[in-house]
């Protein structure tokens, strides 16, 4: 009989704000020690029992005070990717949402040092001067191509 080991694989889920001009809502990180000083989306991990888009409107109330209904949000597109240097790898699933109530503050100022609405079409780079996450901006690409799958760091 023969035992297959499965790869460790971390859910982890991603909000993408959508205005009507365009642009997206980034997070700059800080004292996360993962790319602090990085622009990144309202995100993280699923957690047991909890299903990834509901997991993204959550992230998106704890990170950012806005409350999206879940049936304001659309998958857009889900990510294998691993980074170097760090254990397993993660599948990122990415919503976008056009409708929410509220209005977007820092609501996790220890984790994050501001919020700028960005131009997606002008990724990857910077937003205002803060390098954006690469594999957020190489999401974005793919939400705007229409892409479903992507992997990233294969």
Do not use: Q
Request: proline share 6%; net charge negative.
């Amino acid at each position: 009989m023969t035992t297959l080991e499965h790869a460790p694989l971390i859910a982890d889920a991603h909000m993408v704000l959508m205005r009507a001009d365009g642009r997206v809502l980034l997070l700059v990180r800080a004292n996360t020690g993962y790319m602090d000083g990085h622009a990144s989306l309202p995100a993280g991990h699923v957690e047991p029992g909890e299903s990834a888009d509901t997991a993204a409107v959550r992230e998106t109330k704890e990170e950012i005070g806005v409350l999206v209904e879940p049936s304001d949000t659309r998958f857009a597109h889900v990510m294998h990717r691993r980074t170097p240097g760090e254990p397993g790898a993660r599948v990122s699933f990415f919503f976008t949402a056009r409708r929410w109530t509220g209005e977007a503050t820092n609501a996790e100022p220890h984790k994050c040092s501001g919020l700028v609405w960005a131009d997606p079409t002008d990724l990857p780079g910077s937003v205002g001067g803060v390098p954006v996450v690469g594999y957020v901006a190489s999401a974005l690409a793919a939400i705007r191509a229409e892409e479903g799958f992507s992997a990233e760091g294969w």
